[in-house]
């Protein structure tokens, strides 16, 4: 599986040094950066599966709405992953 850095609309950007993302990532991952980011890569594989199911007439219930309102909940989460991803992109090479 390729690993990638979540495609944030322009609104919810903001820019995050290294080391703000890397204590973002940390605690979102209860103290495991990396545990952190691939928690960030599963809540959007959940968002995109409800989705799907949505559409498909499985689920009634969405979790978010459209892909702007999951950024806007996650905001400062996908902007740390991003930042943490493009300073060690080469070790997930």
Request: glycine content about 6%; hydrophobic content about 45%.
């Amino acid at each position: 599986m390729e690993v990638k850095m979540f495609r944030i609309p322009n609104f919810h950007k903001n820019e995050v040094s290294f080391q703000e993302g890397w204590s973002i990532m940390k605690s979102y991952g209860l103290g495991d950066a990396l545990a952190g980011m691939k928690g960030m890569t599963n809540a959007w594989d959940k968002y995109i599966a409800n989705q799907n199911a949505f559409f498909n007439t499985e689920v009634q219930v969405l979790a978010f709405e459209n892909d702007d309102e999951f950024f806007e909940y996650y905001s400062n989460e996908v902007n740390a992953y991003n930042a943490v991803f493009s300073n060690l992109k080469p070790l997930f090479a």
